[in-house]
């Protein structure tokens, strides 16, 4: 797993906006199509196979994940393939869990406290 401190530049507003662009249902499919295609990508009649969504809505879910530097699309020849981003989904998951547990004693104790 990719730590949080390891992505240069990775902070709040940048894990805001790659939270925003897998916040959605269809986009998350897409997403998780994506991550199981590996580095093999998939190209868009491919990911409407798996996902069953329509070319322009597609298209639509693409660019915002684009943006939100969860996948990257690149040529080759007459196909354009998608790609997950897979360091930056790891360190989005990093962000979350990197102080997980941090305030669970403080917690406990106060709440213990306060019986």
Not at 1 to 14: C, E, R, Y
Request: proline residues 3%; hydrophobic residues 45%.
């Amino acid at each position: 797993m990719v730590l949080i401190n390891s992505v240069p530049g990775f902070d709040t507003s940048l894990a805001a906006e790659g939270f925003s662009a897998v916040g959605s249902e269809p986009r998350l499919n897409v997403l998780v199509a994506l991550v199981k295609a590996g580095s093999e990508g998939l190209t868009v009649g491919e990911i409407r196979e798996r996902i069953g969504m329509p070319p322009s809505t597609l298209a639509h879910h693409l660019r915002i994940l684009e943006s939100g530097e969860l996948i990257r699309q690149e040529k080759r020849g007459r196909a354009i393939l998608s790609f997950a981003v897979i360091t930056h989904i790891e360190a989005l998951a990093a962000f979350l869990l990197k102080e997980c547990c941090q305030d669970e004693v403080e917690i406990k104790m106060n709440r213990n406290s306060e019986r």
